[in-house]
């Protein structure tokens, strides 16, 4: 029996401002047999053609963006605050260095193909639509790149489809 119940982006009444920078969210994505996730509180979460969607941003340094790049579809895991410890962890470890998720405790349940975690209370499991690398030709205010980009290590954004939101309870 699953502690989780699927609903619809319209029941959702989680602040998507809380939510990303706030709680946090792990991106989670699987490939060649394999799983790795990451802390992220950078993203949004809307409707974009017709579509309820999420976006992420990540580095290409990041190893899950290895994954994300090679599936078809990832999942955003919200986790409550009794697990901050292990989202920081998450978020300052590679898993090319270490297994990061045994380690973390946390435990890997499947939407079909797309990895999530049992212990999340909220997961949102997103198809990829498109991506594209930032540009530092397009930023309007330059500033942004010297605060958050002096490594020239600029984001990836992804657009996901929500579809499917699952929540505990």
Request: aromatic share 10%; with cysteine.
């Amino acid at each position: 029996m699953s502690d989780f119940r699927e609903i619809s982006p319209a029941e959702l009444t989680d602040n998507p401002f809380t939510l990303i920078g706030q709680d946090w969210l792990l991106v989670t994505a699987a490939a060649e047999g394999r799983a790795n996730t990451m802390t992220a509180s950078w993203g949004g979460l809307g409707v974009l053609w017709s579509l309820p969607v999420a976006t992420i941003y990540l580095r290409p340094q990041r190893y899950t963006k290895e994954f994300v790049d090679k599936s078809a579809a990832f999942s955003l895991s919200v986790l409550d605050d009794s697990h901050r410890a292990t989202l920081s962890y998450l978020g300052a470890v590679s898993g090319r260095d270490e297994d990061k998720i045994k380690k973390s405790g946390l435990t890997i349940a499947h939407e079909g193909e797309v990895p999530y975690f049992k212990e999340s209370r909220l997961v949102l499991i997103c198809r990829k639509l498109y991506r594209q690398a930032m540009n530092p030709e397009n930023f309007v205010v330059p500033a942004l790149i010297n605060q958050w980009y002096s490594q020239e290590d600029y984001h990836t954004m992804y657009v996901g489809a929500i579809e499917k939101i699952l929540q505990r309870g």
